[in-house]
């Protein structure tokens, strides 16, 4: 083990590859070995170099790997994918991760703290529940249109519903008021959910300078500010806000060859979460413009004059 100078773990959740090659690239072994095993190897291991694809736990094991004394490299899958040699299984993709992380232009992610990482829990427990609360919502909508009762989209309009329900005028059999009222307490449940955990992230924005920054920014509120702080890396990283904006995925997908440019569509490559909520951000503002009167002398209005709404909005994102 002392002469493996790349550990490369291809990973799972009990069963997990090791690959370990020289300094020359040349395997030295290529095994499984199970959770707890893997752990004991990499605090007996000496400090090497610990490749593992950017994916579902990655960071768990980055840091674990980093406490013991390691270089921990976190590839992208899609880049590992060009090294994997004829047939897919475990021990050509740990092989494959190894020579990946040779290469000397190989871009890695950074490995996230803990701390960043509850940052993006309380995120995505938020989104989640939003997108639970309005699959209920659509799911009543859809049951009461087949009893002529149609209501309008989003939770603003509940209240409606709610009267429609204590009308006794209104023909609806019994059952259909009893399930009703148990889709109205469940959507009432997540609905205080959601509003908690909106509630934490405006605390979050009172103690974190950056956040508070953030939501200086005209469109972004506690939620994107989280959002950004939670899935960016450090953002001291980027030179300018254009390349925050490529790092986002707004930049056109390029098939250029010969000398001739051709340029497409937004790639959805990137971080499409930070990148969706910027996009209704900017397009909340580009509303409140066209509400308010375009300003001829003021950037969003002169480029609001020439450009369609969406594209104007990944403009401003970028």
């Not at 499984?32 to 579902?56: F, G, H, Y």
């Not at 004394?69 to 092989?95: M, S, T, W």
Request: aromatic share 6%.
């Amino acid at each position: 083990m002392s002469e493996v100078h790349v550990l490369a773990i291809d990973l799972a959740k009990r069963s997990f590859q090791l690959c370990g090659t020289d300094r020359g690239g040349a395997v030295l072994f290529n095994r499984t070995v199970s959770r707890s095993k893997l752990e004991q190897i990499l605090r007996a291991q000496p400090p090497c170099i610990v490749a593992m694809e950017a994916c579902a736990t990655s960071h768990y094991w980055g840091r674990m790997g980093v406490a013991c004394g390691h270089e921990v490299r976190l590839i992208q899958p899609i880049y590992v994918k060009p090294f994997v040699k004829r047939q897919k299984n475990d021990a050509a993709d740990a092989a494959a991760i190894a020579e990946a992380a040779l290469r000397p232009n190989m871009h890695c992610v950074a490995v996230k703290s803990a701390e960043h990482q509850a940052r993006a829990v309380a995120f995505r427990a938020h989104q989640c529940f939003v997108g639970q609360r309005t699959q209920l919502i659509n799911a009543l909508r859809g049951h009461l249109a087949e009893f002529g009762l149609v209501v309008a989209k989003g939770p603003a309009n509940l209240k409606s519903l709610v009267d429609m329900m204590k009308d006794e005028s209104v023909d609806v059999p019994e059952a259909v008021r009893d399930v009703v009222q148990l889709f109205l307490d469940q959507i009432e449940a997540i609905t205080s959910k959601i509003e908690d955990l909106a509630l934490r992230l405006k605390k979050a924005t009172k103690e974190n300078d950056e956040m508070r920054r953030l939501c200086t920014v005209p469109g972004v509120g506690p939620v994107t500010a989280g959002a950004v702080l939670a899935f960016a890396p450090d953002l001291r990283a980027f030179s300018s806000g254009r390349n925050f904006a490529a790092w986002l995925g707004l930049v056109p997908r390029q098939h250029s060859t010969g000398g001739k440019t051709r340029l497409g569509a937004v790639s959805k490559m990137g971080q499409n979460d930070i990148r969706r909520l910027l996009i209704v951000g900017a397009m909340s503002r580009i509303r409140w413009i066209v509400r308010k009167g375009v300003l001829p002398d003021n950037w969003l209005g002169r480029i609001l004059g020439r450009k369609p709404r969406m594209s104007m909005a990944g403009t401003k994102c970028a």
